[in-house]
């Protein structure tokens, strides 16, 4: 299948000839589809803390945090581009003229956008962008193209080009803050004890990680003097091995123009990679794009730390009993327990008639993995993965973060129920990687590499199949021990478009 040329390319990449051919299969048989068995719902999957049990969880969280290594892990590679997308389209095509005028003023987005300029937290620096022309004087005479070139591209403040986490979120008296900013002020509340050490950890892309090391570089004296705490700001960048190879419509390896094998971009399931080269005992996740302002922060720290300490009390519980297993194994009917009770693990069918010493093997196999706590809002319509009860491909029943492109479309029994999800998944991930000896996990060995995805995508005008890896919240920690908890819906805001900016979270 590969010429000498190829496999050249494949040793350059760092890619194994074995995975790029397995990938090549997948494209020829397809992923599986998930088997969903029900939502996870309040009280069946999903807990819902009391006002108390918050409260003792943080506080459970914060006594413990001064012995604690923690981390704050922030897929920050995404790009502003898709943010803009309906301002692009109106640059492209807007001609000065009244009829294009016209249109903007009657485009529901457009006209939210430009009446309300103002109140962005870079209206300033685009005011300045725009000189000598008053940016006032260009709204009042409707020059929609220069306003938007100024914003986009480079002979302004170049938004398009740039990454989520280096634009202008927010306002404060001292000035407007990135969401990059926005993730340090967070850490600072609740991944370090007062004084301590708060380290952030940023997945970015490789024409960005200037860009973020000169931002945060500039901004961490003043924001280290502010909170009290110091800063360790690590990066790392999807690794071309994790790329995937495109194929054409008759999954022969898609080549460029100079023969060459074409790879892509895996989505956020190639961040394995980098989560599994990192080691601490507490790892938070958020996306980059997940941030509010401090008048809201209080409720998003709150659940964080509860989350954390919801996270320690299992772990504790886990290391507790595997330690008893070694030595008496009348602890199996308690270990059982929590299996399937708190950590909610149905064990496969038959599984009462397993032998004892099988049965204390299982247990053992399943007590023994990385940890997740995940927050779950209620479900408002959001697109994405939810909280389920899902079938595993060794017989047992758990939980699983499921997206809509692991549900059976043509099932009506399994679209029936993702439509009955009450939660939504809004990327709020707490996790420990270390076993009870402290030796962190293989995360590349709890993954399943059948819940990957198949896209249609185009390059120089002739179409292509791409493939991403199993999500990084989903696919990628199938095989962790995980608890799903309800938080609050204020603690989840993303930015997906421009105008997300103007809701009142974000003002």
């Avoid at 053992?364 to 994405?384: F, H, I, W």
Wanted: hydrophobic fraction near 40%; aromatic fraction near 8%; charged fraction near 25%.
């Amino acid at each position: 299948m590969f010429t000498e040329q190829d496999l050249l390319q494949l040793q350059r990449r760092g890619s194994d000839p074995a995975t790029v051919e397995q990938q090549i299969r997948n494209f020829e048989q397809g992923f599986p589809f998930l088997p969903l068995v029900r939502p996870a719902t309040a009280g069946d999957g999903l807990r819902r803390l009391s006002d108390g049990e918050t409260q003792a969880y943080a506080q459970a969280y914060r006594e413990r945090l001064g012995s604690l290594e923690v981390l704050k892990f922030v897929p920050a590679s995404g790009a502003a581009s898709r943010m803009f997308q309906a301002l692009f389209a109106c640059l492209n095509s807007f001609d000065g003229s009244e009829a294009a005028k016209a249109a903007v003023l009657a485009d529901k987005h457009l006209s939210a956008f430009f009446s309300r300029i103002r109140d962005f937290a870079f209206f300033e620096d685009l005011q300045a962008a725009c000189a000598p022309d008053p940016l006032d004087a260009l709204l009042e005479a409707q020059e929609y193209g220069i306003i938007l070139r100024k914003l986009l591209t480079e002979d302004g403040l170049g938004y398009g080009s740039l990454p989520k986490g280096l634009l202008q979120f927010h306002r404060y008296p001292e000035g407007p803050r990135t969401p990059a900013a926005e993730h340090l002020v967070e850490g600072a509340a609740y991944a370090a004890p007062a004084g301590g050490t708060a380290q952030l950890h940023l997945t970015v892309s490789p024409e960005h990680r200037e860009k973020f090391a000169a931002h945060l570089g500039a901004i961490l004296p003043a924001y280290e003097a502010q909170l009290g705490v110091r800063f360790e700001v690590s990066y790392s960048e999807q690794k071309p091995s994790t790329d995937t190879i495109a194929v054409d419509g008759d999954n022969q390896p898609f080549r460029n123009e100079d023969g060459s094998l074409l790879f892509r971009p895996a989505g956020h399931g190639a961040l394995l990679d980098n989560l599994d080269d990192l080691s601490a005992d507490v790892i938070f996740i958020k996306n980059i794009d997940n941030v509010v302002p401090d008048r809201l922060k209080a409720e998003t720290i709150r659940f964080k730390q509860a989350l954390a300490g919801l996270l320690l009390e299992t772990q504790t519980q886990i290391f507790g009993l595997l330690d008893r297993l070694d030595q008496d194994a009348d602890a199996l009917a308690e270990a059982e327990a929590l299996l399937e009770g708190p950590l909610c693990v149905t064990p496969p069918d038959g599984y009462a008639g397993w032998s004892a010493p099988e049965r204390l093997a299982y247990v053992q196999a399943k007590l023994s993995r990385p940890l997740r706590v995940c927050g779950m809002v209620k479900n408002e319509g959001e697109p994405g993965g939810g909280p389920f009860w899902a079938r595993n491909s060794d017989g047992t029943l758990s939980l699983q973060i499921a997206e809509s492109a692991q549900v059976d479309k043509h099932d009506p029994e399994q679209q029936a129920i993702a439509q009955a999800a009450t939660h939504f998944n809004p990327v709020d991930l707490v996790c420990a990687t270390r076993d009870r000896h402290g030796k962190p996990f293989p995360l590349m060995q709890f993954r399943d590499p059948q819940t990957g995805f198949i896209s249609s995508k185009s390059k120089d005008g002739r179409e292509l199949k791409a493939q991403e890896l199993p999500g990084l919240w989903n696919g990628s920690m199938s095989d962790w021990n995980t608890v799903f908890v309800e938080v609050p819906v204020i603690t989840f805001n993303p930015v997906k478009t421009v105008n997300d900016l103007l809701r009142p979270e974000h003002q």
